[in-house]
């Protein structure tokens, strides 16, 4: 399973921006997908996730400002993020935890990255 990832960029604070990320493959089905994001010198961080069943969860840090949405007929996750903050530049990283259909083994995918930059 490939995921691509896009919507990143160079937006000013206070400004919104939404992630996409599309799972591709074949003969696979989503357990779920989310974001997560890495700034230079720290570890990587949950931003949000979002289950099969529709259980969402977001990172401390983005409550209350990003939204995750899902199109489970095209495997793709959104993230859209408001209000940004010049904090919240890093690049964000997509995520897929994913079965083959008749297989239980969970396996898990990371994309690319995408560079969001905010300037203040």
């Known amino acids: 399973v490939q995921l691509q990832a896009s919507g990143g960029g160079l937006v000013q604070a206070g400004e919104s921006l939404t992630l996409s990320c599309a799972a591709s493959?074949?003969?696979?089905?989503?357990?779920?997908m989310g974001w997560y994001r890495q700034s230079p010198g720290k570890e990587r961080e949950l931003v949000a996730t979002?289950?099969?069943?529709?259980?969402?969860n977001y990172g401390v840090s983005v409550q209350g400002f990003s939204r995750i949405s899902m199109d489970w007929a095209k495997k793709t996750v959104f993230l859209q993020m408001n209000s940004l903050r010049p904090e919240d530049t890093a690049v964000y990283y997509c995520?897929?935890?994913?079965?083959?259909?008749?297989?239980?083994?969970?396996?898990?995918?990371w994309g690319q990255g995408t560079q969001v930059t905010v300037s203040s």
């Open positions: 995520n897929a935890r994913w079965m083959y259909y008749g297989r239980s083994y969970v396996h898990e995918s």
């Open positions: 493959g074949r003969g696979f089905r989503i357990n779920d």
């Open positions: 979002i289950t099969s069943e529709g259980t969402t």
